[in-house]
């Protein structure tokens, strides 16, 4: 079956065409950082970006705040009002394909055994069109995480850049209806598509070995040396989980006016020393054991949970971060003590 | 003088004067360094200096136990004696060693004057106030003043006025120092309402990361207002009034502690131009009690001092 193709210079009319159907969302510098906004029927330069979006498009499902619901306190008790449903119909445009992998890995958490209907409502409405990378990043290692610069498991339509043109792979079938008028692609635009995508492959330059990576965390779990050393200079802050694309966790909070209240969801990170406290104690006080369990929900739990590791090589937390905390440099540093205890 | 650093470091921890040593070794990306806290004397060997050893150091001190030698540039050590006039930490626990800062480099500039990622720069250097910055073959050269991160153009003290170990010349102050910003002296010229709307605007993308409090070592408290829940003074939601709350009380708790080093500005993620109140507040505080935070160990701390003849309009 042959491909689509779109000159870039459509991108603008095509979008416009979408919009019809569809809440049409984009990468946008418009509030003051790369992240996903609705469209506004005219900005198309985030095509030539050659970064990822600051704020990763899970946002678009996982916001940092929603309403969950409202509730009165009545004679007889609360009475709840919920939220009404999301029936707007949306589409993401230009999601990179660490993020597209990155929101199926969020997507296991959420369609598991608990169906989260705060994040499905969202989620179940999105079609995610995807945009490869030609420039990858210095901090960029999805090549060693499952994906690539042009990967396109994990999103309805692929597109391709191949010079004033893209071409695009039809995914998924509701990929197919969307882009039902355009042209197909030429054989040549195949090889130019295929050319593309080796030279962008090639651009990724960070390696990170992973094999064995469970077993090895696993059998390093007590070293607290290891895990002090590796937290010496972490601050503490949120930048590397909140805006991680695969980080998922969340705190729930109620604000109440008088008899009125409304629940609220907000983003929560396992770096805060805030978030295990409990009454009488906090199994995670000290910096190292938080640090150990970013690590080890990524590399370790998420494997044993979901056989996959929750990391896309997006590279946002080693560019953002204030210290220059860089997970590859740890998961490397991890000790092989696999054997010792056999 | 990176070759001096590190026989003194590896001479402090060799000799135990010092238990840990906090220095700066090369970074994970171009153009980077990354802070070094070790209690290894073969760790020395990774201490550099460079145009890129951005980070307040000062904020690592109040966690370590035992004596510290800290590599520090001018801003570090208004920290470090800040620490010391606030009781967080002894003078003879730590073991300074001062670096003469002749500025930093803000890569955001960089990238902005050239029209380029940092990715895609093959090198950035400097030579007395000249910057040449190379990509593509191509060599485009700055004055040093077009490249240096805000903070650093209005800095007072380039050189540690107490250490213990100088590692190279003294610099003085630039003569003439831009202590505002761009976007501090616009909104000084900008209408309330509309001062009002640019806040509300750029605290809205705040995400409550908390790195701004993080990596300032003037926010030394154990337990911060923002966490607690009896009372709940904030919601811990990223709502933009939430978020402002939280800015402003911040930066008021921090006043007479902040000593402009533009750490909580370089971190936030998402740009939110916080220099533009702490300097605010830096100066109000210059101002009202001609209080300059980190310049003298032997001074009281602004907020648990009081003179009778401090001016009446103080209380405003």
């Given amino acids: 079956m042959a491909n689509k193709k779109v000159s870039k210079k459509d991108i603008a009319s095509l979008l416009e065409q979408w919009r019809q159907q569809f809440a049409v969302f984009a990468p946008s510098r418009e509030s003051g950082v790369a992240a996903f906004a609705e469209w506004d029927g005219k900005d198309v330069s985030f095509l030539d970006w050659y970064r990822n979006t600051v704020v990763p498009p899970k946002a678009s499902f996982l916001p940092p705040m929603e309403e969950m619901f409202r509730f009165e306190k009545g004679t007889e008790g609360y009475n709840i009002k919920p939220r009404p449903e999301e029936e707007n119909k949306r589409l993401l445009f230009g999601v990179r394909p660490c993020d597209a992998r990155a929101i199926a890995i969020v997507d296991m958490t959420f369609k598991d055994a608990y169906q989260d209907p705060y994040y499905l409502s969202k989620r179940n409405n999105t079609l995610l069109v995807g945009l490869s990378c030609t420039n990858p990043c210095e901090s960029c290692f999805c090549t060693s995480m499952g994906t690539g610069p042009a990967e396109s498991a994990d999103v309805d339509l692929m597109l391709v850049d191949i010079g004033d043109e893209f071409l695009i792979e039809e995914v998924t079938d509701k990929g197919k209806e969307l882009t039902r008028d355009l042209k197909e692609a030429t054989e040549e635009d195949e090889a130019k598509a295929e050319q593309s995508k080796k030279a962008a492959y090639d651009r990724v330059t960070r390696k990170l070995n992973t094999e064995g990576i469970k077993d090895r965390l696993l059998a390093s779990f007590d070293d607290q040396g290891f895990w002090e050393k590796t937290a010496a200079k972490c601050i503490s802050c949120g930048i590397c989980t909140l805006l991680c694309p695969t980080c998922y966790c969340f705190d729930i909070s109620d604000e109440m006016v008088k008899q009125e209240g409304t629940r609220f969801r907000s983003w929560d990170s396992c770096g805060f020393p805030n978030y295990t406290k409990m009454p009488m104690e906090n199994p995670r006080q000290e910096k190292w054991r938080r640090v150990r369990q970013k690590v080890c929900h990524k590399y370790e739990f998420y494997p044993m949970t979901f056989d996959v590791v929750a990391c896309t090589g997006c590279g946002r937390c080693v560019r953002l971060c204030p210290v220059n905390w860089d997970i590859t440099q740890v998961i490397e540093s991890v000790p092989d003590k696999t054997g010792v205890n056999k | ?213 993080n990596v300032c070592p003037a926010c030394f408290c154990q337990r911060c207002f923002v966490e607690e829940t009896e009372p709940q003074w904030l919601m811990p939601i990223p709502r933009w009034q939430d978020n402002l709350n939280f800015q402003i009380i911040r930066n008021i708790h921090v006043a007479g502690r902040c000593t402009d080093c533009g750490e909580c500005e370089r971190v936030c993620p998402v740009n939110i131009p916080l220099r533009s109140l702490t300097r605010e507040m830096y100066d109000i505080v210059g101002e009202l009690f001609k209080f300059k935070s980190g310049m003298d160990r032997e001074a009281q701390p602004l907020m648990v001092h009081y003179e009778q003849e401090e001016a009446e309009d103080s209380f405003r």
């Fill in chain 2, 1 to 213: 003088m990176e070759q001096k650093l590190r026989q003194e470091a590896k001479a402090l921890l060799e000799h135990k004067k010092v238990d840990w040593i906090i220095g700066f070794a090369p970074g994970s990306l171009k153009f980077t360094a990354t802070p070094l806290i070790t209690n290894d004397k073969d760790d020395t060997e990774r201490l550099v200096i460079n145009p890129f050893m951005v980070n307040n150091l000062a904020d690592f001190l109040t966690g370590l136990e035992g004596r510290v030698g800290i590599v520090a540039k001018g801003c570090d050590s208004r920290s470090i004696i800040s620490l010391i006039q606030d009781n967080k930490l002894a003078r003879e626990d730590v073991v300074i060693l001062a670096v003469p800062c002749p500025g930093l480099i803000d890569l955001a500039k960089v990238e902005r004057l050239v029209g380029k990622y940092r990715d895609e720069l093959d090198d950035i250097s400097r030579d007395g106030d000249k910057v040449t910055v190379t990509a593509d073959g191509q060599k485009k050269e700055f004055t040093a003043s077009q490249v240096l991160f805000d903070h650093c153009l209005a800095c007072e003290l380039p050189t540690p006025q107490e250490y213990d170990i100088l590692l190279s010349e003294p610099r003085p102050p630039a003569p003439e120092l831009e202590t505002s910003g761009q976007n501090k002296a616009k909104l000084k010229e900008t209408p309330p309402a509309e001062r009002w709307r640019f806040w509300k605007n750029e605290l809205s993308r705040c995400i409550r990361c908390y790195a701004c409090r």
